[in-house]
C-alpha cells in the first residue's frame, strides 16, 4: 500500500488523528521559516551532533557554541602519559565542522533561558534557538575530598580526567619521578566518565615506568569494590607488570580496604582515607562527577547530579525543547563513553530533525565500543548493540560483551590496531 | 480477490494504528549511523586496520554479517556486534552500504615495485572474481583496492592459515599462486594499498 493510500485507509477507519498526533510533533520554529539548533559544547556529543544535523538537512541553521579552540580527545590520552602517544595526535579543531556549515561560535555558555529559548554567554552575547542540544562533557565533586580544588588540580595534582594541558602535566610528572617513586591514582566511585580509563591508565602507567623506571610502583586507591573489564585488566597487568606476585608494579586497593580517600594534603603529597594514610611522588586524583557546570546552572539535573533525558529524542525531561547528550545525560544502560556520546549525538541529531520539520521521529538505534591498550600489541574491547522499546534504551539481549579472556596474541594484538583505526574514524566523523 | 485483500490491509493497518506493534525497526540510515565510529562516516574508513564497507554489494554484506553472527566467521569483535542485529535490520544496514560511494584510502604507505608486481599476481589470480580491485558491486565479493591495508594482511592469512573458509575456486587459486610466489601476499596488499 502506498503511503498516500494508507493514510486514506487511516482516515476512513478513524484512525488517522490518533496515530498522527500520537507520531508526530508540530513544528516549533519561530518565524515559520527558521530553523534554529543551538549546540553548547563541542566535544564527542555536540560536535557529531551538529554535523549530522546538516548532513540530514540543510535548511536547518545550527551553531555550535564551544569553550576552546581545541579539543583534546580523553581516548588516546593515556597513551600520551606513556609517550606511547603525542599531545599534538590528540588535538582537534573545527574547521571540518564550519566545511559543513556550521557556524562555529569559540565563547563560553553561561546561561540558557529555557522559556525565552536563548543561550547566553561569557562575551555577552545571545543566541536564539527553536530547539538546543547540551552536552558539556562532566564537572567534579571537588568537595568529595577535602583539600582538593581546580586550582590544584591545575598545578599539582591532576585529575586528567579531561584531556588538555592537565594531561600533559601528568606525564611530565611521571617521567621526571625519581627513581623508585610511587604513583598513585586515586579512581573514582560509579558513576563516572569511562569506566575502564583509570585501569587503563595504570597499565599505561606501567608501560612507560617498566621501561624507564623498573623499580617504581603504582598504587590505585579505589572507591569500588570491582570495576569494568576487571577479569581482563587484573590478567593483563598480571601478564605484563607483574600484578599479584612479590614484585608487581602495581597494587590495587579495593574500597573496602582502604581504597576510599577522603582528604589530601597537598604539600605533603599524602592521601587520608578512611583506615591509612599514603605518601606518592605523583598524584593522580580522578575525582566524582556529576554533569557539566552549564546543566547544573540552567536547572537540567535532578537529584543525582546529571539530567534526566527521554531516550528516543534526549530531550530533557525537566525542560522542553533543550536535549542532553553524552557524559551529561542519564542515558544508562549505555556508559559514559566517546563512542556511545557519538551514537546519542546522531539519535538526538535525527529526532531534532524530525521535530522541526513535523515529521515522525525515526526509530534509533545505539552501540558502544571501548577499546583499551593494556601494552603495546595487547588491546582489548567491550561492545554492545542498543535498541529502544517499551520507552526506553535497552541492551539488544546476545549481543556485545568482552574480549574472550584466554588471551589470543593474534586477536589481541589486531584489537590493538582495530583500537587505532576506531581512533581515526571516530575522530574524523566528528571534526572531519 | 479484491474484498480479501481490504479486509487483510484494514487489519493490519487497524493494528499498526493501536501501537500494538511493539517492535521498533530502525531505517537503514539510522542503523548505518551507529557503525560510523568504527567504520568511517558513510562507511568510508581512514583507519587502516578496520575496512571500508561504503558501497559493498547488499548481497555480499548480508552474507558477512549473517557468518559473524553464526560464527562460521571468526572476528575479535564483530561476532559481539552483528548478534544484536535482526534478519531485517541486516537487511536495512546493508541498503544504507550499498547506497553509498566506494572509499579509497589514498592516505596509506606502499612499495611500488611491490605493488607492480601485486598487479600481475591480481590479473592472473584474482580479477575474474575481484574486477576492477573488489570495488564492482555485481561481483558481490568484498572490497580490494583502496581498503585498509592490515586488514587486507588479516584476511589474507586468515584465509592461508584456515581460520576463514574461502570458496573452493578461491582456495585453489591461492594455493596455486602461494607454490609459484611465497611473498605473493605481500605483493598483492601493496597493489591493493595503493588504489589502483
Ligand atoms: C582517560 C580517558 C579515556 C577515555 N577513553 C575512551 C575510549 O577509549 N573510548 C570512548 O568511547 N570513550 C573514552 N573516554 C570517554 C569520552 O572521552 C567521553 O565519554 C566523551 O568525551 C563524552 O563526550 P561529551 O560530549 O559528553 O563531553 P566532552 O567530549 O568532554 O565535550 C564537552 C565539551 O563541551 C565544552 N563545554 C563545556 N561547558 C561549556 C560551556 N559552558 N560553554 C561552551 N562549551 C562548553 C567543553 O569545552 C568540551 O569541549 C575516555 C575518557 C577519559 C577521561
Known amino acids: 500500500m502506498s503511503k498516500q493510500n494508507r493514510r486514506s485507509f487511516l482516515k476512513t477507519l478513524g484512525l488517522g488523528a490518533t496515530a498522527a498526533t500520537a507520531a508526530t510533533y508540530a513544528p516549533f520554529a519561530i518565524g515559520g521559516s527558521s530553523k534554529k539548533v543551538v549546540v553548547i559544547g563541542g566535544g564527542m556529543g555536540g560536535a557529531v551532533a551538529a554535523k549530522y544535523i546538516r548532513m540530514m538537512d540543510k535548511s536547518v541553521e545550527v551553531t555550535l557554541i564551544e569553550a576552546n579552540e581545541n579539543y583534546f580527545t580523553c581516548f588516546g590520552s593515556n597513551e600520551v602519559l606513556s609517550g606511547e602517544r603525542t599531545m599534538d595526535s590528540i588535538k582537534f579543531g573545527y574547521d571540518g565542522l564550519k566545511g559543513h556549515g556550521v557556524n562555529v561560535v569559540i565563547d563560553k555558555v553561561i546561561d540558557i533561558d529555557a522559556s525565552g529559548r536563548r543561550v547566553k554567554t561569557a562575551s555577552g552575547r545571545s543566541f536564539n534557538y527553536d530547539r538546543c542540544i547540551v552536552s558539556p562533557g562532566v564537572s567534579f565533586r571537588y568537595d568529595k575530598i577535602d583539600g582538593y580544588d581546580e586550582s590544584v588540580a591545575n598545578t599539582k595534582i591532576t585529575h586528567a580526567w579531561k584531556a588538555g594541558p592537565q594531561t600533559a602535566l601528568l606525564r611530565d610528572q611521571i617521567q621526571s619521578m625519581r627513581k623508585g617513586g610511587t604513583v598513585i591514582i586515586s579512581a573514582p566511585p560509579n558513576p563516572f566518565r569511562c569506566p575502564p580509563g583509570p585501569y587503563e591508565r595504570t597499565a599505561q602507567i606501567a608501560h612507560y615506568l617498566k621501561h624507564n623506571n623498573p623499580t617504581a610502583k603504582i598504587l590505585v586507591l579505589d572507591d569500588k569494590e570491582k570495576f569494568s573489564k576487571f577479569g581482563l585488566f587484573t590478567a593483563g597487568w598480571k601478564k605484563h607488570y607483574g600484578y599479584g606476585t612479590d614484585n608487581s608494579m602495581i597494587e590495587w586497593v579495593k574500597g573496602s580496604a582502604g581504597g576510599k580517600i577522603e582528604s589530601v594534603d597537598v604539600a605533603g603529597m599524602t592521601l587520608s582515607g578512611e583506615v591509612d594514610d599514603y605518601k606518592g611522588d605523583v598524584i593522580n586524583i580522578i575525582p566524582a562527577q556529576k554533569a557539566g557546570h552549564i546543566a547544573h546552572v540552567t536547572g537540567l539535573t535532578n537529584d543525582s547530579g546529571w539530567c534526566p533525558i527521554e531516550g528516543k529524542t534526549f530531550e530533557s525531561t525537566i525542560h522542553k525543547n533543550i536535549h542532553v547528550i553524552g557524559d551529561s545525560a542519564i542515558q544508562s544502560p549505555l556508559p559514559k563513553s566517546g563512542y556511545a556520546a557519538n551514537s546519542e549525538g546522531k539519535v538526538c541529531a535525527a529526532a531534532v530533525v524530525a521535530m522541526l520539520n513535523g515529521d515522525k521521529i525515526p526509530d534509533p538505534s545505539y552501540v558502544n565500543t571501548c577499546y583499551s591498550v593494556i601494552a603495546p600489541g595487547d588491546g582489548i574491547s567491550v561492545a554492545m548493540v542498543y535498541n529502544y522499546a517499551n520507552g526506553k534504551i535497552n541492551k539488544v539481549k546476545g549481543s556485545g560483551g568482552l574480549t574472550p579472556g584466554k588471551f589470543d596474541a593474534k586477536a589481541r594484538a589486531r584489537e590493538q590496531q582495530n583500537g587505532y583505526s576506531w581512533f581515526d574514524n571516530i575522530t574524523n566523523d566528528t571534526f572531519g | ?196
Open chain 2, 1 to 196: 480477490m479484491m474484498k480479501d485483500t481490504i479486509i487483510k490491509s484494514t487489519l493490519l493497518v487497524a493494528t499498526l494504528a493501536l501501537g500494538s506493534y511493539a517492535q521498533a525497526a530502525p531505517s537503514g540510515q539510522a542503523l548505518g549511523y551507529t557503525c560510523a565510529g568504527c567504520h568511517g562516516t558513510n562507511g568510508a574508513s581512514t583507519g587502516n586496520a578496520i575496512p571500508s564497507i561504503a558501497g559493498l554489494s547488499e548481497t555480499y554484506m548480508v552474507e558477512t554479517m549473517n557468518a559473524y553472527k553464526s560464527g562460521d566467521k571468526a572476528s575479535t569483535i564483530m561476532g559481539r556486534i552483528a548478534k544484536g542485529y535482526s534478519e531485517e535490520d541486516i537487511e536495512n544496514m546493508a541498503g544504507f552500504f550499498a547506497e553509498q560511494e566506494v572509499h579509497k584510502n589514498t592516505n596509506q604507505s606502499f612499495d611500488a615495485a611491490k605493488a607492480n608486481a601485486g598487479q600481475a599476481l591480481h590479473e592472473k589470480y584474482c580479477d575474474k572474481c575481484h574486477t576492477e580491485g573488489g570495488t564492482v558491486a555485481d561481483d558481490d565479493a568484498g572490497q580490494l583496492s583502496g581498503n585498509a591495508k592490515l586488514f587486507m594482511q588479516y584476511s589474507l592469512a586468515d584465509f592461508h592459515d584456515g581460520s576463514r573458509d574461502m570458496e573452493k575456486k578461491m582456495a585453489k587459486k591461492m594455493k596455486r599462486m602461494m607454490k609459484k610466489d611465497s611473498d605473493a601476499f605481500d605483493k598483492l596488499v601493496n597493489y591493493y594499498t595503493s588504489g589502483q
